[in-house]
């Protein structure tokens, strides 16, 4: 009876039609308010402001699912074409009523904020000022919201991908690998998510960096994932997270040293923390306060380019805060991220920045250990949320599962929380002290910086 069902469930599928070119063209502007052609879309505020479309996507309020969710007192509307076309008076929830939209009210309500009953929408409601044949494209897509097959997912499946760093440390992939095998065979062995079989997919990115976006977009068309649980970041932020909005996967970024949170931040990238971005922060601040005349050097032997880029970007910052690093490089500062990966002479003085993930105690952490923390941390949040989404799966469900994650107990050594507006799932920097020939390190700065 269960194949029975699950050959049903497929051929249901089957049975949905891919997006059209037309409604492809339409999620992009939908999810990233960005047109495919490269014509300009931008958005009226209700103060006359106008932004670029990109800054105040329709997903931002409405939700990847269109249909809407309260937020900071702001009531966004179902905008599935179900909800849009009842045959009935709609009530809204600020207790308007109006008559069922078509294509041309619709495109009307988009442009011009007004409502099938001529009843102005809420002043959050931007007027988009986009062509014509976006607007079409838009609407072509907003008719299949939630309609459409959900990649990766049958009725008792669900794929997940893992994306690894370069193979230039394999033991470390191998070990990383079978630790999520292990814990997906567990969550498997107990019954799965609702009945689903968990199924891992991975892939390794290249040494060649300039085969970083082919590889993974292959790994991702040819595999159909439904999610990634688990991907390494590290020098990709930018490269990664675009392709992971192209494609609308939802992933959990184990390992990010500049996690991309700017504005508009994607919707699909959760971060376990705020990497070294947040350590180079708490290394500036800390210099300031404890070095107000005599500036701490980041000008360090750095073995690669992550390195090499976290002391170019400590400089810059040093010298857009009125200071230059001092030639006789006394005194180092060190991200945590790289501190294993860099050389530095016996007799100065050096300072770490430890983030998230580091354990406490006086000694440098082991960077295997921490590796398996953050990918165990990346599986136990991907399995929460996975159960939360509930039992009719899809990749909106999933991304509002996991804004709803506060204060979930990892591996890692602090609680991490998501939310509608927060991608960056814990922040804690300390400052130690390290006595290079013993290896073992001191607090340094009162206690560690947390938000």
């Given at each position: 009876?269960?194949?029975?069902?699950?050959?049903?469930?497929?051929?249901?599928?089957?049975?949905?039609?891919?997006?059209?070119?037309?409604?492809?063209?339409?999620?992009?502007?939908?999810?990233?308010?960005?047109?495919?052609?490269?014509?300009?879309?931008?958005?009226?505020?209700?103060?006359?402001?106008?932004?670029?479309?990109?800054?105040?996507?329709?997903?931002?309020?409405?939700?990847?699912?269109?249909?809407?969710?309260p937020?900071?007192?702001?009531?966004p509307?179902?905008?599935?074409?179900?909800?849009?076309?009842?045959?009935?008076?709609?009530?809204?929830?600020?207790?308007r009523?109006?008559?069922?939209?078509?294509?041309?009210?619709?495109?009307?309500?988009?442009?011009?904020?007004?409502?099938?009953?001529?009843?102005?929408?809420?002043?959050?409601?931007?007027?988009?000022?986009?062509?014509?044949?976006?607007a079409s494209?838009?609407?072509?897509?907003?008719?299949?919201?939630?309609?459409t097959a959900?990649?990766?997912?049958?009725?008792?499946?669900?794929?997940?991908?893992?994306?690894?760093?370069?193979?230039?440390y394999?033991?470390?992939?191998?070990?990383?690998?079978?630790?999520?095998?292990d814990?997906?065979?567990r969550?498997?062995?107990?019954?799965?998510?609702?009945?689903?079989?968990?199924?891992?997919?991975?892939?390794?990115l290249?040494?060649?960096?300039?085969?970083?976006s082919?590889?993974?977009?292959?790994?991702?068309?040819?595999?159909?994932?439904f999610?990634?649980?688990?991907?390494?970041?590290?020098?990709?932020?930018?490269?990664?997270?675009?392709?992971?909005?192209?494609?609308?996967?939802?992933?959990?970024?184990?390992?990010?040293?500049?996690?991309?949170?700017?504005?508009?931040?994607s919707?699909?990238?959760?971060?376990?923390?705020?990497?070294?971005?947040?350590?180079?922060?708490?290394?500036?601040?800390?210099?300031?306060?404890?070095?107000p005349?005599?500036?701490?050097?980041?000008?360090?032997?750095?073995?690669?380019?992550?390195?090499?880029?976290?002391a170019?970007?400590?400089?810059?910052?040093?010298?857009?805060?009125?200071?230059e690093?001092?030639?006789?490089?006394?005194?180092?500062?060190?991200p945590?991220?790289?501190?294993?990966?860099t050389?530095?002479?016996?007799d100065?003085?050096?300072?770490?920045?430890?983030?998230?993930?580091?354990?406490?105690?006086?000694?440098?952490?082991?960077?295997?250990?921490?590796?398996?923390?953050?990918?165990?941390?990346?599986?136990?949040i991907?399995?929460?949320?996975?159960?939360?989404?509930?039992?009719?799966?899809?990749?909106?469900?999933?991304?509002?599962?996991?804004?709803?994650?506060?204060?979930?107990?990892?591996?890692?050594?602090?609680?991490?929380?998501?939310?509608?507006?927060?991608?960056?799932?814990?922040?804690?920097?300390r400052?130690?002290?390290?006595?290079?020939?013993?290896?073992?390190?001191?607090?340094?700065?009162g206690?560690?910086?947390?938000?």
């Amino acid at each position: 009876m269960r194949l029975v069902c699950g050959i049903l469930f497929a051929v249901s599928l089957l049975a949905q039609s891919r997006l059209t070119q037309e409604e492809e063209r339409g999620k992009q502007i939908f999810e990233r308010g960005v047109s495919p052609s490269g014509a300009a879309i931008s958005a009226v505020m209700a103060g006359g402001e106008t932004v670029p479309g990109a800054v105040l996507p329709c997903a931002n309020c409405h939700g990847v699912d269109g249909q809407g969710r309260p937020e900071g007192g702001v009531l966004p509307s179902n905008i599935t074409w179900d909800a849009l076309t009842k045959p009935y008076q709609t009530t809204r929830p600020d207790g308007r009523t109006h008559p069922p939209y078509t294509e041309r009210l619709l495109r009307r309500a988009i442009t011009m904020g007004i409502d099938p009953a001529g009843n102005t929408l809420q002043t959050e409601m931007p007027r988009f000022q986009l062509s014509m044949t976006d607007a079409s494209d838009l609407i072509a897509y907003i008719k299949q919201l939630g309609q459409t097959a959900e990649p990766g997912v049958t009725a008792i499946t669900v794929r997940l991908g893992v994306i690894l760093s370069a193979d230039s440390y394999s033991h470390t992939n191998a070990i990383l690998r079978n630790l999520l095998l292990d814990y997906f065979a567990r969550v498997n062995g107990a019954g799965g998510i609702f009945g689903r079989r968990v199924e891992l997919s991975f892939v390794e990115l290249p040494l060649d960096r300039s085969a970083t976006s082919k590889t993974v977009r292959d790994f991702l068309g040819k595999e159909q994932l439904f999610a990634v649980t688990a991907a390494d970041f590290s020098g990709h932020e930018s490269e990664l997270a675009a392709i992971m909005r192209e494609y609308g996967t939802p992933s959990i970024a184990t390992f990010a040293l500049f996690p991309e949170i700017g504005s508009p931040a994607s919707p699909y990238i959760f971060y376990l923390d705020g990497g070294m971005e947040e350590e180079l922060e708490a290394l500036l601040d800390f210099a300031a306060r404890r070095f107000p005349r005599a500036v701490a050097s980041p000008l360090v032997s750095f073995a690669d380019e992550s390195s090499r880029e976290a002391a170019k970007r400590l400089q810059m910052r040093f010298r857009k805060s009125g200071n230059e690093p001092l030639d006789s490089n006394t005194i180092y500062l060190i991200p945590g991220s790289v501190a294993a990966r860099t050389g530095v002479p016996m007799d100065n003085r050096i300072f770490v920045a430890l983030g998230t993930a580091s354990p406490d105690g006086n000694a440098m952490p082991d960077l295997q250990r921490l590796a398996w923390a953050r990918m165990n941390a990346s599986a136990e949040i991907m399995a929460e949320a996975l159960r939360r989404a509930g039992r009719t799966l899809t990749r909106a469900s999933l991304i509002a599962a996991l804004e709803n994650l506060t204060g979930l107990q990892t591996t890692l050594p602090v609680p991490l929380s998501f939310g509608p507006g927060k991608r960056i799932g814990a922040s804690r920097v300390r400052i130690v002290e390290l006595d290079p020939r013993s290896g073992k390190v001191f607090p340094a700065d009162g206690g560690a910086q947390s938000k």
